[in-house]
């Protein structure tokens, strides 16, 4: 096998062992699954649902059980997944069955390559569970996977889409390209320069200066500038955005812990006669847009986990109902 095949599949290993942590079992149950269930609510139909997954499908699974999803005795005809290790794509595939979309490669591959992504590629709810930096080494200044999120953000509206968006990524600073850490620091500094949300800002941080937030506080500058830089793309759009929250905890990797940051978004298009069932905007242009991400502060999962116990053994004992007979057993 080469060697980037085998450091995929041993990075692949890795992740199936943390796929049953509590906490990523609690945004699976108590943030990703509430939020999906009201866009079916909203759409009155099991959701189209996209996302990258694992073998054990936990994500799938957890839907389904909610009503969210539909199973068919084919399989799942409202699921599509994207995965780049052909191994976990082959296992996914059988534990599936039929679905929606399946794609073997990476996702930024597939939004520039698939064929069909322009026609038919129209999800409801899109998970990116990413195992990797936001800002990859290598990658130009906020192309890469940013340029393939930009990409989805404007095929889903202009398939006239409302979608949630899920996305994780690892909140670690190495391997991540400086330039365009920089482009976002500068993002910042215009903001606070306009007065916008410089209020907010240095509340929370004790000073307006973004160079000082990027080094001594990597995690709460992403959490600043990953949402800015998304939701700044939606409203350029036209989407309204009706929930923008953010979740934060700790891994254990090979070399120590590192944090993981997920982000939830939920994008309207706006109808062209707003009716009473259209959910609210908490953000409908970027001036709004900024004081809100500088005055809210992730949820540490962790933290929240350590001070509420039955909510704790509720979530290992919900994942363990979950976990599939032949996975693999991982103290939570
Ligand atoms: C964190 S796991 C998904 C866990 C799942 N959402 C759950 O709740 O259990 C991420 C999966 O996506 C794959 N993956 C990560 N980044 C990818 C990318 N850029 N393109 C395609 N697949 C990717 C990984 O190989 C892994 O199998």
Not at 72 to 91: K, N, S
Not at 196 to 202: D, T, Y
Not at 285 to 292: F, T
Request: aromatic share 10%.
């Amino acid at each position: 096998m080469p060697s980037d095949r085998r450091a995929i599949a041993a990075k692949s290993r890795d992740v199936d062992a943390l796929m049953a942590t509590t906490v990523k079992h609690y945004v699976r149950r108590h943030v990703w699954v509430p939020a999906a269930r009201q866009r079916q609510q909203r759409l009155g139909r099991p959701i189209r649902y996209f996302t990258l997954t694992t073998k054990e499908i936990y994500d799938i699974r957890l839907l389904e059980r909610a009503g969210i999803l539909q199973r068919t005795e084919r399989g799942y005809p409202g699921v599509g997944f994207c995965e780049m290790d052909d191994e976990q794509h082959a296992a996914i595939q059988r534990r599936l069955g039929w679905c929606a979309w399946s794609y073997k490669g990476r996702f930024e591959e597939m939004v520039d390559n698939h064929p069909q992504f322009g026609t038919d590629f129209e999800f409801d709810v899109i998970n990116l569970d990413f195992i990797s930096v936001p800002f990859p080494d290598g990658d130009a200044p906020l192309s890469g996977t940013w340029g393939a999120l930009r990409k989805l953000l404007q095929h889903q509206f202009s398939h006239s889409i409302s979608f949630d968006l899920f996305l994780t990524f690892r909140g670690s600073r190495c391997g991540t390209d400086d330039g365009a850490l920089r482009e976002i620091v500068s993002l910042l500094e215009s903001n606070l320069r306009n007065g916008r949300g410089a209020v907010q800002f240095e509340a929370r941080t004790g000073h307006r200066d973004p160079v000082r937030l990027l080094s001594h506080d990597y995690v709460r500058f992403l959490c600043d500038g990953i949402p800015k830089l998304l939701a700044g793309e939606a409203l350029t759009l036209g989407y309204k955005i009706s929930r923008l929250d953010s979740f934060v905890y700790e891994r254990a990797g090979s070399r120590g812990p590192y944090p993981i940051l997920k982000f939830v978004l939920s994008l309207e298009v706006p109808s062209r006669s707003p009716g009473f069932a259209d959910p609210p905007a908490i953000v409908a242009d970027y001036d709004a847009l900024v004081p809100v991400i500088f005055g809210k502060s992730p949820v540490d999962v962790g933290a929240l986990l350590g001070s509420d116990q039955q909510l704790s053994e509720e979530v290992a004992s919900d994942l363990a109902a979950l976990r599939p007979p032949d996975a693999a057993a991982t103290p939570p």
